[in-house]
């Protein structure tokens, strides 16, 4: 019965006997397992393998050991001293900075406050004056009605004297004065004022104080679920952008192009049904054949490496930047120096792969994806056994988010596997627990020209792209969609005629998709 996987006991350094036959001396190197074995280890453990003598791989050992040697000497460690003497102009500019934004701060925040001074000051010397002005307008009118009083009261008196004398003329001329028009005086209108407190001026400050925009480490907006915040649940807005020192690198901004650049179209040599862009602006493909194949920006081949087993699906790693493959055979290797080295085999069948920000490696086979480290140790699994029923089916493409590190993979949910039938993505979180299943549903208000969307959703690419956003390859309806990372859709990116096979996002967020067997189309949807 073979040892489990994760269980294999491991040579320690320098140990010269075989781990699994006691006193046996190691003097063969197994070129398949890429391991030291014994003599006896030929009947058993590499039995039918490829072997040599150890020591026919010294001298080329050796080579690879100075080699390292004088790259290390030569190149880096020559910029790793460079990179730390630089540390210091770093720490100096971080400080000086900040130290001027601290300054423009507060500069800001007196000047408003002397404005605001300077406003109420002005303010209440209007009150004043209007004040004035009405004590004025009311003491003339005091004294208007003063006098107005003290005529009335007289000219009563005169009328009385008069009945009381009854003297006719005097009657008479008192009766003409008393029919005469006398008037109130007129009441004068005052100025008014009035102050109504702003109870809600937090926004108005942030306008007079001025724009800040802080950003993450050049990290766009991110919620905690790894979408990008979205304007009414449609588009994407930009995150804000900050002005930096000339010469270096601006805050990323990242919003969605009002329509998709083409920005490169070529027909591929090769067959694509997998890729992997590459940090350097090239791309790895294969094509279901034991072939992988490096290509440039505008298609040309630049590396083949061959294998002696088909490929099933290739997965760059983010951190070393080297290609993993898993094979037909349930092997899982690494590209080294143009070289496929074995790195651990599993049980099931692996359908696809994906190597992760932490350095494991998800698998997805029959049924269920298991997380391993780069030596083959299981870590964490969706099997039955573990959940009680199988999270996934058929799982055909794994992608992980670069922001959350939630995981996203296409179910092909195959009946033949015990699935239903129909094909979905399904995310989970970075522990294998469901957050959502997007089964390719398109709101009823997105309108394009182009958008066929009657044939049943069929995923067979998926990728997260720098924002967390997450971009799927519909086959069945020769288009690419781009969801949030909470499941919302945002939009169909482009469409063709073929249909679309694979789709790989590189550093700046350029979209590799592939369209039939070798169309390659490189896309331009949003500004970065």
Known sequence: MATPIGQIPLRKKGQITCIEHKGRQLELYCEKC??????????????????????????KRKQDIQ??????????????????????????????????????????????????????????????????????????????LDMYDKQLKQRVQECKTALQRSINIEIYDVGCEICSETNLPVKPVLGTASFTPNKTPQHHLE???????????????IDQDGSVRTSGGQEPSSTSQQSEPKGKKAVTMYTLLP????????????????????????????????????????????QEVKHKDYIENIS???????????????????????????????????????????????????????????????????????????LVCSPYRISECPVTHNVAVVDRNDQAYGGDGIEHVIVMDSDFKELFVYRGDIPSTYKQSSQKGAAPFIPCGVVYDSVGN???????????????????????????????????????????????????????????
């Open 207 to 221: 306008l007079a104080l001025g724009k800040i925009a802080i950003s993450s480490q050049g990290q766009a907006s």
């Open 316 to 390: 760059l790693s983010p951190t070393t930047h080297t290609l993993w493959v898993c094979d037909t055979e349930n092997n899982i290797m690494e590209l080294v120096s143009g070289r496929l080295i074995h790195r651990f085999s599993t049980k099931e069948y692996p359908m696809c792969i994906c190597v992760t920000a932490c350095n494991h490696v998800i698998v997805g086979m029959t049924d269920n994806i298991s997380k391993f480290t780069t030596k083959g140790q299981m870590v964490l699994t969706t099997s039955a056994a573990r959940t009680g029923k199988p």
């Open 470 to 528: 997450i971009i799927i390859a519909d086959c069945n309806n020769n288009r690419v969609l781009l969801i949030s990372g909470r499941g919302e859709f945002l939009r169909i990116i482009p469409t063709d005629t073929d249909y679309t096979l694979a789709v790989g996002v590189d550093r700046e967020d350029v979209l590799w998709a592939g369209f039939g067997w070798d169309n390659v189309k490189l896309l331009q949807y949003s500004s970065v």
């Open 259 to 302: 329509q998709t650049k083409v920005l490169e179209e070529w027909r591929s040599p090769v067959g694509i049904t997998s890729i992997c862009p590459t940090t350097d602006g090239q791309v790895w493909t294969s094509f279901d054949s034991n072939t992988l194949t490096l290509l440039d920006r505008k298609g040309t081949v630049i």
């Open 67 to 144: 080699n390292f040697i004088d790259t290390s000497e030569q190149n880096d460690l020559v910029q790793l001293r460079e990179y730390i003497t630089s540390t210091d102009t770093l720490l100096k500019d971080n400080t000086s900075i900040f130290e001027n934004l601290s300054h423009k701060l507060k500069m800001q925040t007196e000047k408003l406050k002397k404005d605001l001074d300077l406003l109420t000051a002005q303010t209440l010397s209007v009150y004043h004056k209007m004040e004035e002005d009405n004590v004025k307008l009311i003491q003339t009118y005091k004294h208007d």
């Open 34 to 59: 890429d391991t030291l074995a014994c003599l006896q280890c030929l009947s058993s453990t590499h039995k039918g393998h490829d072997v040599c003598e150890l020591s026919n791989i010294t001298p």
